[in-house]
């Protein structure tokens, strides 16, 4: 009897211990909810191509020295390395993991941990080699708000899709065609291409979209009631609309191509006979000629705004987000490169 009341309890316990290390497998592996209005990137740096994002002082972006495959920095270039070995684009954050847009193995050294596969992606920041694809699909554009992925796919581009942060929950979302870009207050922002390209905005909580201006603006920046954007009807011009007053005020004339908006000006490549990127104070003082010639890529961090030539996407250059101008190459970006094609 004494036996058989010990094999019990062995049995009892094991089962204890099984059930409990399923319930601490489901609980470790869950994925904590983020706080609300979480936005893993700017509007301007995605419209950007997302080559750039920013979390807690680190910089993560991709590496054009090195097949744009993923590095991550602190803000002010130190500690520079290899984080994967895959070309990445469209880089979004939150507290605990990075999500991009896959688009194929990458050269140089690392793991690679997949091996050219396409589509969205999820990485643990603490260790972003252990990654997991979220949906595999050829696509460009994405973006985080709140505890879901939204993103356009190369074989679909008229509808949104939308899908949670385990890759669960995927629905189309939108039909219109929706550029996920600027986020806030959790709408996203976009030009009513298929109708009367007034600015719109798509209520994250209902699917349902309005017309926040009657002003048609491509590549809106929206910050607090203000957007910045290109005026479609005048020239391409840039703009700046108050959504409270319906005000719009033109703050260069300048054919424009693409824009990026920080804490104090308004980066801006202009397309006429003499193409320049230029900067502006977002009250529309002070424009100054940043660089000559044609640049893309146009990318912010708290310390500085990053561009590419655009006939020349390997070159990228840098300069100070506000203050002085002083462009300079990416060193630090080139010379980490290089250091991973030595090993």
Same mark, same amino acid.
Not at 5 to 10: K, L, P, W
Not at 231 to 240: C, E, K, T
Not at 242 to 253: A, E, F, I, Y
């Given at each position: 009897m004494k036996n058989? $009341?010990?094999?019990?309890?062995?049995?009892?316990v094991v089962i204890l211990l099984c059930i409990g290390g399923v319930i601490f497998t489901k609980l470790s592996d869950r994925i904590p909810d983020n706080p609300p209005n979480t936005v893993g990137n700017t509007a301007g740096n995605l419209y950007n191509g997302g080559m750039?994002?920013?979390?807690?002082?680190?910089?993560?972006?991709?590496?054009?020295?090195?097949? @744009?495959?993923?590095?991550?920095?602190?803000?002010?270039?130190?500690?520079?390395?290899?984080?994967?070995?895959?070309?990445?684009?469209?880089?979004n954050v939150d507290d605990n993991f990075l999500y991009y847009y896959q688009t194929g193995s990458g050269g140089g050294a690392g793991l690679g941990f997949i091996i050219s596969t396409t589509g969205i992606y999820r990485a643990d920041l603490k260790n972003p080699r252990n990654g997991e694809c979220l949906d595999r699909i050829i696509g460009e554009h994405l973006v985080l708000a709140g505890n879901y992925l939204y993103y356009t796919c190369a074989d679909d581009e008229n509808t949104l899709t939308k899908i949670g942060r385990d890759g669960k929950e995927k629905e189309v979302f939108a039909e219109p065609d929706v550029l996920p870009g600027c986020v806030?207050?959790?709408a996203i922002y976009y030009t009513n291409n298929g109708n009367d390209l007034h600015l719109m905005a798509l209520d994250l909580n209902t699917g349902s979209s309005r017309t926040a201006s009657t002003e048609d603006i491509y590549m809106p920046i929206v910050d607090?009631?203000?957007?910045?954007?290109?005026?479609?009807?005048?020239?391409?011009?840039?703009?700046?609309?108050?959504?409270?007053?319906?005000?719009?005020?033109?703050?260069?004339?300048?054919?424009?191509?693409? $824009?990026n908006v920080t804490s104090s000006y308004i980066y801006y490549q202009t397309s006429e006979s003499n193409p320049q990127l230029r900067r502006i104070s977002k009250d529309g003082s002070n424009i100054e000629i940043v660089a000559e010639?044609?640049?893309? @890529?146009?990318?912010a961090t708290s310390n500085y705004v990053y561009f590419s030539e655009f006939n020349s996407p390997t070159s990228i250059y840098k300069t100070p987000v506000s203050g002085a101008l002083n462009v300079t190459s990416f060193d630090a970006a080139y010379q980490a490169a290089l250091s991973e094609l030595n090993k």
């Open positions: 058989k $009341i010990i094999a019990a309890v062995i049995i009892g750039f994002c920013e979390h807690d002082g680190y910089v993560y972006f991709a590496n054009p020295y090195d097949s @744009n495959t993923l590095y991550g920095m602190k803000a002010d270039e130190t500690e520079i390395k290899k984080l994967v070995a895959v070309s990445v684009s469209s880089l806030q207050n959790n607090g009631n203000i957007v910045y954007g290109i005026d479609i009807h005048d020239n391409y011009s840039l703009v700046r609309v108050n959504l409270s007053d319906g005000t719009k005020v033109t703050l260069d004339r300048v054919k424009t191509d693409l $824009i010639g044609t640049y893309t @890529n146009i990318n």
